[in-house]
């Protein structure tokens, strides 16, 4: 029996339940930037889910026969307030958070977002410089809030669009959304600023037997555009998506077919940590044509890049989650709603960072597919990719 015709088990746990016990806040911990994990790893990314709902049901991430009309999201009163999100984040620029990227779920669901971006905008590096400030979002609603968002202090925007065909698109979305507004909302960021300096990106997932028939189509469309797209390799992030290795594209054979068509050239890395490698359109020359771009691959499957992974991610009721794969999180919201100083949750968020060990991409080869941790692993619409 091959791997396609053996059933999926898709196993249904709720882990907002569950909590991992946080460090003691003694003795404390000085917040100076300079905090690594096991791996000398250091913390430069949050990453803040701000609501776990979300108006598509792309069966990769949200799949319409788990988050049914029936699913039970969480109450308002659980989520983090943007008060305790922007104290949070705080105190992770005390211990060396430079960039901050919203997601959800759907972001732009969450009630007067542009008041949070205001609010993180605010904040300064260590080094005084402002923060990274971007978001993630399905584009269903950018057309309409692009110009709110930009006037708040969101610097970049990046769109998940998993092809251009609409029927493709709506099938992909399971809601019957049509490609042509998210387009739009694309082309408002672009006229508002938001995709200034190469700040806008689109995201495509790929996922073999489904969408690959558009990664042409999406290349050709956005080379030459300023926008920067990027490949994202199907993930088993959760277990809700029934994820199957014959389903991931792996990056390698992508950037082949493209540079069939368009000759590629690999170039450097933006930044260290950075998750896509970047592959420029070459010239006739046999070099990088700006005015024609790049593109992104990120191989989270085929090509791991756990080794200087600086992200950590908050969840919508102020969870802590060190790893997209991990199966629990360190419950922050006794600290914020208790008696704890900023010192001592700056404390217990170092502590947390320097007990940390994941590197899931590296191991899944060795790991058994079914073992209780690979069922446990928390949802991506949970978290945020």
């Not at 104290?87 to 779920?105: C, D, H």
């Not at 970047?278 to 020359?285: K, S």
């Not at 200087?308 to 999180?329: I, M, P, V, W």
Request: hydrophobic share 40%.
């Amino acid at each position: 029996m091959s791997e396609r015709d053996t059933p999926r088990i898709i196993p249904v746990l709720d882990q907002r339940g569950y909590g991992l016990a946080l460090p003691p806040v003694m003795p404390p911990l000085q917040a100076n930037g300079h905090v690594q994990d096991t791996r000398g790893r250091p913390l430069r990314d949050l990453r803040i889910s701000v609501t776990d709902r979300c108006n598509f049901r792309c069966n990769y991430c949200m799949p319409k026969d788990i988050f049914d009309k029936d699913y039970a999201y969480l109450p308002h009163a659980s989520l983090l307030s943007f008060e305790e999100i922007t104290r949070l984040a705080r105190q992770f620029v005390a211990l060396g958070v430079q960039k901050i990227r919203l997601t959800g779920g759907e972001p732009l669901l969450r009630k007067n977002l542009e008041k949070l971006i205001e609010q993180l905008a605010v904040l300064r590096t260590l080094q005084g410089q402002p923060l990274d400030i971007t978001l993630t979002t399905n584009g269903s609603l950018l057309a309409r809030k692009a110009q709110s968002l930009r006037d708040a202090g969101l610097q970049r925007v990046t769109v998940s669009l998993d092809g251009l065909d609409d029927a493709v698109f709506r099938s992909m979305n399971d809601v019957d959304f049509p490609v042509a507004d998210v387009l739009e909302g694309i082309d408002v960021a672009r006229q508002v600023g938001l995709g200034a300096n190469g700040g806008l990106k689109v995201n495509m997932v790929v996922k073999r037997g489904t969408n690959e028939q558009q990664i042409l189509p999406m290349a050709r469309h956005f080379k030459g555009t300023g926008t920067v797209l990027r490949f994202i390799e199907y993930m088993d992030v959760g277990a809700t998506n029934g994820w199957r290795m014959d389903e991931v594209l792996p990056s390698a054979e992508l950037v082949q077919r493209i540079n069939a068509e368009w000759p590629l050239l690999a170039l450097e890395p933006c930044a260290p940590g950075e998750t896509a490698q970047r592959w420029g359109y070459a010239d006739a020359a046999g070099q990088h044509d700006g005015a024609a771009g790049e593109i992104g691959v990120i191989s989270s499957v085929t090509r791991a890049f756990c080794g200087d992974c600086n992200r950590a991610r908050l969840s919508t009721e102020g969870k802590l989650y060190l790893c997209l794969f991990a199966a629990q999180g360190y419950d922050l919201k006794p600290l914020l709603r208790g008696e704890a100083s900023d010192a001592d949750i700056a404390s217990v968020l170092g502590r947390i960072w320097q007990g940390r060990s994941d590197r899931y991409s590296e191991l899944r080869s060795s790991l058994a597919p079914d073992t209780g941790s690979a069922r446990r692993r928390v949802e991506m619409s949970y978290i945020g990719g």
